[in-house]
């Protein structure tokens, strides 16, 4: 079987380290830029970056409403940091004056975008994952954390009491970004997802 073919979102953000995560993870990964690129990957990865910017990227680039739709259908995605903003069904201080972020309604939850602080407030620490037997070291920069999940989210992980990682069916979110560990689990763990494994 030939291995999956998993877009990275490549407006902004740790786009060559997803890619080379998803290589790693047995993916046939493929940067997005486009909605015909969009239109022949079999999921997606949306890095970290600024979300109000990426948002309106995704609209001006005539990304955003294709990308719901297939949110909608089933289509498998994960998103790091501003990713997880993106993936969410609402955004708190969103923005305002026309540059707010634009949710995409992958994952029943809202998210509190920048909520463990600003560039200065940046941390990693070791953390418990569901599923995994080790902890992930995971690195936070400007990091959201979830404040409300829907009952069919599964969260996966914590930091200081808040949810920093989710799950609802092929949609996969993570306030940290593994990309920028040689940790290959959380990118292993999506592979399977789209394939169906997980």
Known sequence: MSPSRIGVLALQGDTREHLAALRDAG?????????????????????GGESTTMSHLLRDLDLLEPLRTRLT???????????MILLASEILDAGAGGREALPLGGIDMTVRRNAFGRQVDSFEGDIAF?????????????????????PEVQVL???????????????LATAFHPEMTRDRRIHRLFVDIVNGRA
């Open 27 to 47: 993916a046939d990964p493929v940067p997005v830029r486009r909605r015909d690129e969009l239109d022949t990957v079999d999921a997606l990865v949306i890095p």
């Open 73 to 83: 259908d089933g289509f498998p995605a994960y998103g790091a940091c501003a990713g």
């Open 130 to 150: 569901g599923g995994f037997d080790e902890p992930v070291h995971a690195v936070f920069i400007r990091a959201p954390w979830v404040e409300r999940c829907g």
């Open 157 to 171: 992980a914590r930091a200081a009491d808040h949810v920093v990682a989710v799950r609802q069916g092929p949609v």
